[in-house]
């Protein structure tokens, strides 16, 4: 079984920045995908980033984050991280870490951000 822990949440005014860690243990995960979603209340889950674990490829983002959050990994502390500058109060929302293969089988149970104006 895969588990997945985040942590990093708070709050903080329109501008600011936040760092979220999502810590992964378990069975090994090297050939797994890594994301971030999140849900805003009365909004359904939005997809934010995700990254390979091994590497392969570029990072993806929602159009509404790009250039603002930035998606990592540290293989070593077996931790995906996901950096979020220049924060909006639409960013406020509960943020999940997932992860799996061909589908995103693993769940955390989201930490909560809130971005005030």
């Known amino acids: 079984q895969v588990r997945l822990i985040e942590s990093g949440g708070g709050s903080v005014q329109a501008g600011g920045s936040l760092r979220l860690s999502c810590v992964v243990s378990g069975r090994p995960i090297n050939n797994y995908l890594m994301a971030w979603f999140r849900r805003a209340p009365g909004k359904e889950r939005e997809f934010v980033a995700a990254?390979?674990?091994?590497?392969?490829?570029?990072?993806n983002y929602a159009d509404s984050v790009k250039g603002r959050f930035t998606i990592s990994r540290d293989n070593a502390k077996n931790t995906v991280y996901l950096q979020m500058n220049s924060l909006k109060s639409e960013d406020t929302a509960v943020y999940r870490c997932a992860g799996g293969t061909s589908t995103y089988d693993y769940w955390g149970q989201g930490t909560q951000v809130t971005v005030s104006s």
């Open positions: 990254i390979s674990w091994r590497g392969d490829g570029d990072p």
